[in-house]
């Protein structure tokens, strides 16, 4: 079983005015919810960790998630308010982000509060903003640092400066995380905020360095690359017509998990064994994931059958 690890909100849009005030359109939202539901439409089976207000917005959430066939039986409920993320577009047509999740329920995880895993459980993944708030980004780090000799630990670091604007913090996060985790995958663009002007090999030959034994690197339109200590792929981006990107790296994240269980290499020692055919192989497979996923409104994630 995959346990996915961190945050779910709601990403508000706001709409037209009216003569009361304005329509707001709410979508169920956060990357570790998507990577959740990711897996889950991919046929793995996947409970998500994470703390789930008992407002209405937190009911709504939990629905989703028994509606994708997401196990919810490591979900925390408590009564501080939903996250909201909220979207509004200026008169340029350039989108503007409001965070708000202080004190929110998404937040209340604490080492003493941290339901005991599965048996089944052989993957954790963790990412995004819930690393890097308290308390439960010390407790979530806490979580991957105790299972790293027992479970496989995969991470994205999907960095967020609207809800945390420092950096140095971020880094931090960051560093501690990928001296843990077994498999790192990251987007080019979180790569130029946190080591601006340094190249992308050397960034994941320093993670690889670290510890980690499989490095991928997602780079938009351009594909993506990955890399072992010895071995390293660089595949292309199908091509796609593109209605927006929402989702498609949470698609990524959850396509590459799929692709080595289904393989039989989701160990740290079949990380490192991958070949570069392999390599080019797995990054494909995201890839065209991904790419349905931009295909279509929103992160509208691709079932299994989709991907044969």
């Known amino acids: 079983m995959f346990v996915v690890c961190g945050e779910a909100l709601m990403d508000v849009y706001m709409g037209e005015t009216t003569p009361t005030g304005m329509t707001?359109?709410?979508r169920i939202g956060g990357s570790p919810l998507n990577v959740a539901q990711g897996l889950a439409r991919l046929a793995r089976p996947v409970a998500f960790l994470t703390g789930l207000s008992t407002d209405a917005l937190g009911e709504r959430l939990l629905a989703s998630l028994k509606e994708e066939g997401v196990d919810?039986?490591?979900v925390l409920r408590n009564d501080a308010p939903s996250t909201l993320s909220v979207v509004s577009v200026d008169a340029g047509g350039v989108p503007r982000y409001a965070f708000h999740g202080n004190g929110a329920a998404d937040r209340q995880i604490t080492h003493d509060t941290l339901p005991a895993l599965p048996?089944?459980?052989r993957v954790l993944q963790f990412g995004s903003y819930a690393l890097a708030v308290e308390p439960v980004g010390s407790a979530l780090r806490a979580l991957a640092a105790r299972e790293r000799e027992r479970l496989l630990i995969a991470y994205d670091p999907n960095v967020r400066l609207?809800?945390?604007p420092d950096l140095a913090h971020w880094r931090a996060v960051v560093d501690q995380m990928v001296s843990i985790a077994h498999l790192v995958k990251v987007s080019d663009e979180d790569l130029g905020l946190l080591y601006p002007g340094e190249a992308v090999e050397e960034v994941a030959a320093r993670w690889l360095d670290r510890g980690a034994?499989?490095?991928a690197v997602t780079r938009g339109r351009h594909g993506a690359i990955?890399?072992?200590?010895t071995a390293r792929a660089d595949a292309p981006s199908p091509t796609t017509r593109v209605i927006d990107t929402v989702g498609a790296g949470d698609t990524f994240q959850a396509a590459l998990l799929t692709w080595l269980d289904e393989h039989g290499v989701l160990t740290p020692e079949g990380l490192s064994a991958l070949?570069?055919?392999s390599l080019d192989a797995l990054l494909r497979f995201a890839a065209q994931a991904a790419a349905i996923t931009c295909s279509r409104r929103g992160a509208d994630m691709p079932r299994r059958a989709e991907l044969d």
Do not use: K, P, Q
């Open 72 to 74: 919810t039986s490591l």
């Open 162 to 164: 609207n809800v945390e």
């Open 275 to 277: 070949d570069g055919a």
């Open 213 to 215: 034994s499989m490095v």
């Open 119 to 121: 048996r089944a459980a």
């Open 24 to 26: 707001l359109d709410a």
């Open 226 to 229: 990955a890399w072992t200590r």
